[in-house]
């Protein structure tokens, strides 16, 4: 547990706006990512970055974007593009990308 | 493709009993795997991974490659093992990330 902080935990927005989820970690992790989290699709994968200002597209990118100014902190931006962005969104981070990840507490997104 | 697949959403057993948590891979090399637990209102956590061979909670997991499964059991189940459990494979490839199942939900009753 700690590490991961994601903020904040409950987050409501009106469609057609932007919204930026933020994480931080203090682990020195390289790795760190962004997944979403609904029921019966288990764990999905938004973005990944290995390394500062580098970052992958993952299986469901389209609607977001991410940054990675700064070794611990990636923050996730769902835009208005996202047609269904009410979701539970997880973030997590590892020593590389062929390892166990640590994952934050969540951030529950609400779009009306 | 790779792929992970856990064929039940939900496994109900009582309090006492064995479990099985079903767990198939598909990879074409050597992957490493994992078990992942998220308790209610908890964050997501690693349960084991199968290098390790390690027993924790009472859950073990064995690495199939013939099968290429990867089940968690443990012989009798406690209330508080209720959870939803994940099961993730790593690819042996960089600069791919960890590969979910879509979860079961365990719920132990008395």
């Known amino acids: 547990d700690g590490g991961i902080t994601q903020s904040p935990k409950y987050l409501f927005r009106k469609e057609g706006q932007n919204v930026t989820l933020s994480c931080e970690q203090n682990?020195?992790?390289?790795?760190m990512y962004w997944y979403r989290q609904d029921p019966g699709q288990g764990l999905r994968l938004i973005y990944y970055?290995?390394?500062?200002?580098?970052?992958q597209k993952g299986d469901i990118a389209e609607g977001y974007s991410v940054s990675r100014e700064k070794k611990e902190s990636f923050p996730l931006t769902v835009t208005s593009a996202q047609k269904n962005p009410t979701a539970f969104y997880l973030c997590?981070?590892?020593?590389?990308?062929?390892?166990?990840?640590?994952f934050g507490p969540g951030t529950r997104l609400t779009v009306t | 493709a790779q792929r992970v697949t856990q064929p039940e959403k939900l496994l109900s057993v009582f309090k006492g009993a064995p479990v099985e948590l079903k767990c198939n891979y598909s990879?074409?090399?050597?992957?490493?795997l994992f078990w992942y637990v998220q308790y209610s209102r908890q964050r997501l956590q690693l349960l084991l991974r199968?290098?390790s061979r390690e027993s924790i909670k009472g859950f073990t997991a064995d690495l199939n490659k013939g099968e290429t499964s990867f089940h968690l059991k443990k012989p009798f189940a406690q209330e508080e093992d209720s959870a939803m459990y994940y099961c993730?494979?790593?690819?042996?490839?960089?600069?791919?990330?960890?590969?979910f199942g879509k979860g079961t939900t365990l719920s132990v009753s008395s």
């Open positions: 997590a981070s590892s020593t590389g990308t062929r390892y166990e990840q640590y």
């Open positions: 682990l020195n992790h390289d790795a």
């Open positions: 970055s290995q390394i500062v200002n580098d970052f």
């Open positions: 990879y074409s090399g050597s992957p490493e």
């Open positions: 199968h290098i």
């Open positions: 993730a494979l790593s690819p042996n490839q960089a600069g791919t990330a960890l590969i």
